[in-house]
């Protein structure tokens, strides 16, 4: 589905017409996965749009950053103001944001350290990833045949771009098997996460998540998520989990910027049923805090 366009996208400094928003068929990343990025979300509250925990995503941006030796020449301060601007500027009451930070045209080889660094911003209208439905009724999924990259390979904490290979070979193997999304496991047979998104399984009505030392991303809807289940009374525990806990679970969903919160309701055919309650109420109060509508998650919101 071809993305929707808007009128600017940010890139190294200076809003350029969409269109416009090109990069030479050289560029170092293009051949090399040599980028960083983020995936962040601007919601429509009933004070307007407002871009949930941008600081902690142009953190993370920065920290990818560094870990790739990549300078970005901008601050999170300025990484911030520059995408407000671009979403004022393209007149967005709610859209999905797309930074990216990427080693650029000039040199050739696999050390990437002499090629430039530029900086791109893009944001458009976004629905759900896995779309209305899914949010709803939940979503299948498979355990994958693909493992997750290993910490000491292709680090994870390393948001970049080369690491979603792997990611698009679990989804489309899940997608040609007739599942909605795939669930990674490390080399160690434990489970990790989908393909971009974070997961938790509830029993007994208590939340058990994979810990970062498994290998995971350190997602901020996942970290937003168990603040919200702390705050509501949930016990949240981080323990590495093998493919039968997912199994045998009361309640699974997904968290992700893009994905929101979405039930699971079967994993490898094994029927986990309907989201249940533990999962309908943490999504109830997960698109309060992002819509503005609970003030206890106020602190979470930038405005424009």
């Known amino acids: 589905m071809a993305l929707p366009e808007v009128d600017f996208i940010w890139m190294d400094g200076k809003l350029v017409p969409w269109a416009d928003a090109n990069v030479h068929v050289l560029t170092h990343a293009l051949h090399y996965g040599t980028g960083v990025f983020e995936g962040i ?33 901008y601050t999170v301060d300025e990484m911030v103001e520059a995408v407000k601007t671009t979403i004022r500027e393209n007149k967005l009451p709610a859209c999905y944001i797309r930074p990216i930070a990427f080693r650029g045209y000039g040199v050739m080889g ?11 911003i893009a944001c458009w209208p976004w629905e759900t990833y896995m779309g209305e439905e899914a949010l709803i009724r939940g979503v299948d999924v498979g355990v994958s045949s693909w493992r997750q990259r290993s910490p000491n390979a292709m680090p994870p904490a390393i948001k970049s771009t080369g690491n979603y290979l792997n990611s698009s070979l679990a989804r489309i193997e899940a ?3 007739g599942y909605n999304e795939a669930v ?4 160690d047979g434990r489970v990790c996460e989908g393909t971009g998104e974070n997961l938790f ?14 290998g995971i991303l350190e997602g ?27 199994y045998t679970a009361d309640e699974m969903f997904m968290t992700g910027s893009a994905a929101e919160l979405v039930p699971v309701r079967s994993v490898d055919g ?14 109830k109060a997960f698109f309060a805090a992002v819509r503005g509508q609970d ?3 106020e602190e979470w919101l930038d405005r424009l």
């Open 295 to 297: 003030p206890a998650y």
């Open 41 to 73: 979300r601007c919601y429509a509250t009933a004070d307007g749009p407002a871009v949930f925990r941008l600081v902690e995503h142009m953190e993370r941006f920065e920290r990818s950053a560094k870990m790739l030796f990549m300078d970005l020449g």
């Open 270 to 283: 094994r029927v986990i049923g309907d989201a249940g309650p533990v999962t309908l109420e943490l999504q």
């Open 110 to 120: 696999l050390d990437p350290i002499p090629a430039p660094v530029n900086v791109t």
């Open 184 to 187: 990674m496991l490390n080399e």
């Open 175 to 177: 997608n040609r098997h």
């Open 201 to 214: 399984i509830v029993r007994d009505e208590v939340i058990s998540t994979p810990p970062v030392s498994d």
């Open 220 to 246: 901020i809807t996942r970290d937003s998520i168990m603040v919200i289940a702390d705050n509501l009374g949930y016990p949240v525990i981080e323990e590495s989990l093998v493919r039968t806990d997912l």
